[in-house]
């Protein structure tokens, strides 16, 4: 049979038997989205325009004109009874949405098929629905449970059901195949939502089971780890330790490696380790924590302020060409120096990272001398060094400013230290001789006044 547009499709619905719907979608996607204008089954006071959203089954639900026999036989055919009333998101439920005379949205109507739908047709379709999440799922269907289904659906699945039990789940675009327990996966899965995650340790799932993640083209590339190590966000990592997980060097290792370096609750999960295992930590890890309060916390219980990461840079140097001024003011609050008590100048890193970034930048100029600017106005503000950031600065490969050189010239930069031989730019030549001549000038005027003091006395 010819497949139907929506509006005959309903039609269809309403006028025939179950046979003939069994043979109809016997040949057509009983699931497919269809959209039907169904303004004939409203009174004047709602207006004359009215769509109905949803499918072939959500359709006969709610249509007055069908039995619940063309129900079973929809639900035989393979339609979906999820009713995607259990799913997190509401974008796709059934709804009938109203359109006035001028063609403006009046409101949009969602259709709660499981609570609404009375008589025989809610009695089959609550009690195929709850067969439905009750059934034993494959690996992959536990994986769309775990990522889109709401909490309760997850709860109760897992209430007769083994959360530590074996799951295999393929990523191809990243190569790697999970092999592991079902709540590790949840741990490990960057879709699957905390609460997920931690409905399954509260039935029961083990924090120490072991997770195997291993390449896809290669086997015998893979790594094993509990699934305390496995979480994915700060919050999941919270609800291990919840759990029962022990804080340790690979955990703290785990948290300051993760991806997003601010993300949602980093700063308090920070803060926990500190508090519970402040021994775990090393001065390594001091260049990689985002909570200002935590890194002076552990500078504070005698953790090498000087240390220097892997690009030989200070904490203070680091926090200030990472552009993270509130790292660097709990720093100088702390009373580390801007040389950062390695007897680096910040200015000089800051220049040389711009000119770094500028040389693979292809002509992302503003972007960078935007942030680049951000970092320099800082070093300039709180300068202990004015002369030494001045001939940092005048190394920067593009968009010298003058206001950035005399503000350094008002904190005392010599700028007699900078070689004009070194400067192209006639406008920077002439920004110098004439804070050179001006120095000169209060030296004499100094010299003259105290000429003329000697003279008075003579």
């Not at 519970?276 to 916390?297: G, I, M, T």
């Not at 302020?305 to 030989?312: F, H, I, R, T, Y």
């Not at 010298?400 to 004009?420: H, I, N, W």
């Amino acid at each position: 049979m010819q497949r139907l547009n929506d509006n005959d499709l309903a039609k269809y619905i309403d006028s025939s038997t179950p046979d003939d719907l069994l043979a109809y979608f016997a040949e057509h996607n009983v699931n497919d989205r269809i959209t039907v204008e169904v303004g004939d089954r409203f009174g004047v006071e709602e207006g004359a325009d009215a769509t109905f959203y949803g499918t072939a089954l959500s359709y006969a639900i709610w249509s007055n004109k069908t039995g619940v026999e063309h129900i079973r036989t929809l639900i035989h055919e393979g339609a979906d009874v999820s009713f995607e009333d259990n799913l997190q998101t509401t974008q796709t439920r059934s709804a009938v949405q109203f359109v006035d005379e001028e063609g403006d949205e009046r409101g949009r109507i969602e259709i709660n098929l499981l609570r609404d739908t009375e008589g025989e047709k809610g009695a089959l379709i609550n009690r195929t629905h709850q067969h439905w999440r009750q059934r034993d799922r494959t690996d992959a269907e536990v994986v769309t449970m775990l990522r889109q289904e709401r909490l309760d659906v997850i709860a109760d699945y897992f209430e007769s059901r083994d959360p530590n039990s074996q799951i295999t789940v393929e990523f191809p675009r990243d190569d790697i195949r999970y092999i592991g327990p079902v709540a590790g996966f949840a741990a490990f899965d960057s879709h699957v939502p905390n609460e997920a995650f931690k409905a399954l340790m509260e039935r029961g799932g083990e924090i120490n089971a072991v997770c195997r993640i291993e390449k896809i083209s290669d086997t015998r590339q893979y790594d094993q780890d509990a699934v305390l190590h496995q979480c994915s966000s700060p919050a999941k990592v919270q609800t291990a330790l919840d759990a029962g997980g022990m804080p340790d060097v690979r955990l703290i290792n785990d948290v300051l490696s993760l991806p997003h370096f601010n993300a949602p609750g980093r700063w308090e999960l920070e803060q926990r380790l500190v508090n519970v295992a402040s021994e775990q930590f090393q001065d390594r890890h001091l260049h990689e924590l985002s909570n200002p309060k935590v890194l002076v916390d552990l500078l504070m219980m005698g953790h090498d302020a000087s240390v220097l990461n892997a690009d030989g840079q200070s904490l203070m140097v680091n926090a200030v060409v990472s552009g993270d001024f509130l790292r660097a003011d709990a720093l100088r609050e702390f009373g580390l120096p801007m040389n950062g008590g390695a007897g680096q100048h910040p200015m000089d890193h800051v220049v040389n990272k711009f000119n770094e970034d500028l040389a693979y930048s292809n002509g992302s100029v503003l972007h960078l001398e935007s942030r680049c600017n951000r970092c320099v106005d800082y070093v300039v503000e709180n300068s202990e060094d004015p002369t030494a950031d001045l001939v940092g600065y005048m190394k920067m490969a593009y968009g010298v400013r003058e206001s950035k050189l005399q503000s350094l010239f008002d904190k005392g930069a010599d700028s007699s230290q900078v070689d004009l031989a070194d400067i192209k730019d006639e406008r920077l030549q002439g920004i110098f001789n004439n804070q050179q001549s001006n120095i000169l000038n209060r030296h004499i005027g100094s010299q003259d006044a105290l000429i003329s003091r000697q003279q008075r006395r003579m």
